[in-house]
């Protein structure tokens, strides 16, 4: 058969060669050992918390080897894009902090490899199959899919080893150049496979970054190359973009272990160097039903997608933090020798990743988030809080933007000193732990430890309210609680009441827990003495009336 009458007849509209775009797309002279990585997300649905993991992976690796990190977008399958699929994908890198030295952006592409949107690189695909056609590489195949489905049910029927079309199974592998024309000419649909010349008796190798050596059968499916309508599949784009985009690492999910074999026997075909593989675990969770270890769903966990934490209010920083931990084991090491270090200044090693599935765990995060937020300045967490309830709280919004000094005053306790308090994990927690300090959000309910009786309470609150003023400083705001005690029965003395506690009815904590209550409807607030002084004598008198007669 004359292979280059073939490629003519099939792609007429193509007229170039590789060459052109080996010349266009030139070695990117990158210092040695430098990492040109690529994120290659379908816009098929929202940014998938293992996506952020992915994305963070390729960034780090470039940063840590002075090379190049790239966001391409793979829209070869228009039957599962969604119309807001990129917006999605770029929304949730950007509200993380997330960017790429390369390709899809925000503000359009950037880099001199593109287009990086895999729908405008038609022609190149189609380039590179005119040449593996014109070698003999590549044919087409008529096959309709009832046919299809047809050769898998006598492929069971008759035992064969695997399905798929191969081997004296692939019907259209050996039509003659006649019978093709005649095809075409007809204008039957035809997609391009791949001729492969694997042998399902040999082993073919490669060594994963994150797994190590990895064995597996070698190819032997001729694969589809070019759908009908002339876009490749995901396995020849990926050949064709890694190669000419000149990424020497593909890091992606370990889904794609099983397609491996394909895709090196393709880079021979079509005469490219391999590039390195890593491919990473699957986030994981432990099921709160059976606890089990499974694939965090994107049915069953709200925290699957990206946007979760976004609309929660999770500060950006914590979430990264927290996926570093997952990244890396010795991140957390790295972290307590660098307390102030860009998290992306981490070297990262892809070597140090696991292989098993990394476990997402909400509480560890919850914990990470509290830390970063409890050194955070009053004004950033005013800041981060009103812009994040801007879109989402507008009640909170419009509390905070109408007094903006009050809500800094909040928040500003126990804040700025060497313990600061860990009570906030996200934005959407905010509103619940400023509630009292607001009329508006505030409902008083009183409910005082089992050992205060009601009638003591009312004592306190009785005789707190002839003393309290609110301009009074720490000590002496203190001095007037503790003088409270001894003629209600209490003592200001913690270690006395210990000692001999049938002597007291309780002890100063006691009394302050009640006015505690009485102010706050809670057992537990940040520095009473602060939330007094923010309040004023009149809220302050008002609330401690209005509890004296409802304890
Ligand atoms: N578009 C593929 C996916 O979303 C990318 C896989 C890869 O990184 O090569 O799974």
Redesign the pocket.
């Known amino acids: 058969m004359d292979y280059n009458l073939l490629a003519e007849l099939l792609l007429p509209d193509i007229d170039k060669t590789p060459d052109c775009y080996e010349n266009l797309y030139p070695d990117r002279g990158l210092k040695e050992g430098a990492r040109v990585t ?5 816009p ?1 649905g929202y940014l998938h918390l293992g996506g952020l993991f ?1 994305a963070l992976t390729d960034i780090l690796t470039a940063k840590a080897t002075d090379g190049v990190s790239m966001l391409r977008i ?1 829209d070869t399958d228009k039957k599962r894009e969604i119309g807001e699929g990129v917006s999605a994908i770029l929304d949730g890198f950007s509200a993380f902090g997330l960017s790429f030295d390369e390709g899809v952006s925000a503000d359009g592409e950037k880099g001199k490899y593109g287009p990086y949107t895999q729908s405008q690189r038609v022609e190149i695909y189609q380039t590179v199959a005119k040449q593996l056609i014109r070698e003999g590489k590549a044919y087409p195949c008529f096959c309709t899919a009832d046919e299809l489905t047809a050769l898998r049910e006598r492929q069971e029927k008759e035992g064969a080893p695997f399905g798929g079309y191969y081997g004296k199974w692939a019907k259209c592998r050996d039509l003659s150049f006649d019978e093709i024309k005649k095809n075409i000419d007809e204008g039957k649909p035809w997609v391009l496979r791949f001729r492969s010349d694997g042998d399902e008796n040999k082993k073919v190798f490669f060594d994963d970054i994150i797994r190590g050596k990895i064995e597996m059968p070698e190819n032997v499916i001729d694969e589809v190359l070019l759908k009908s309508d002339g876009i490749p599949t ?1 396995h020849f784009a ?1 050949v064709c973009d890694d190669h000419f985009m000149r990424t020497t690492h ?4 370990e ?2 272990i099983s397609s491996t074999p394909k895709h090196i026997a393709l880079f021979k075909a079509c005469g490219y160097r391999l590039p390195k593989y890593a491919h990473t675990p699957q986030v994981m969770k432990i099921d709160e039903e059976d606890g089990t270890k499974r694939k965090l769903s994107k049915r069953k966990d709200p925290e699957a997608a990206v946007s979760y934490f976004v609309e929660t209010g999770f500060p950006k920083e914590a979430l990264i933090e927290y996926l570093m931990t997952l990244i890396n084991s010795n991140f957390e090491d790295w972290r307590r020798a660098n307390k102030d270090a860009d998290v992306f200044s981490f070297p990262f090693n892809l070597k140090k990743m696991s292989s098993s599935g990394c476990l997402f765990d909400m509480a560890k995060l919850n914990d990470i988030s509290k830390n970063i937020i409890s050194v955070m300045s009053a004004d950033t967490v005013y800041q981060r809080v009103t812009e994040w309830a801007k879109q989402y709280d507008e009640e909170l919004y419009n509390l905070f933007t109408k007094d903006p000094e009050k809500a800094r005053a909040i928040l500003n306790i126990d804040r700025e000193n060497p313990k600061p308090r860990k009570d906030i994990a996200k934005w959407s927690e905010v509103k619940d732990y400023v509630s009292y300090m607001y009329n508006e959000l505030y409902e008083e309910y009183l409910c005082l430890p089992e050992n205060i009786k009601s009638e003591d309470a009312r004592k306190i609150i009785n005789e707190y309210r002839k003393v309290v003023d609110f301009s009074d400083d720490k000590q002496v705001w203190f001095d007037k609680i503790k003088a409270l005690c001894i003629p209600l029965g209490f003592t200001p003395n913690v270690k006395e009441y210990k000692q001999n506690p049938d002597a007291f009815k309780g002890h100063v904590g006691d009394v302050s827990t009640v006015i505690r209550v009485a102010l706050t409807g809670r057992t537990n607030t940040p520095d009473m003495h602060a939330i007094i002084g923010i309040l004023g004598n009149d809220e302050v008198q008002r609330r401690l009336e209005s509890a004296e007669f409802s304890v």
């Open positions: 690529r994120f290659a997300p379908s098929t992915g793979e995901y990926h593909v890091i992606r999910g889904e794609w």
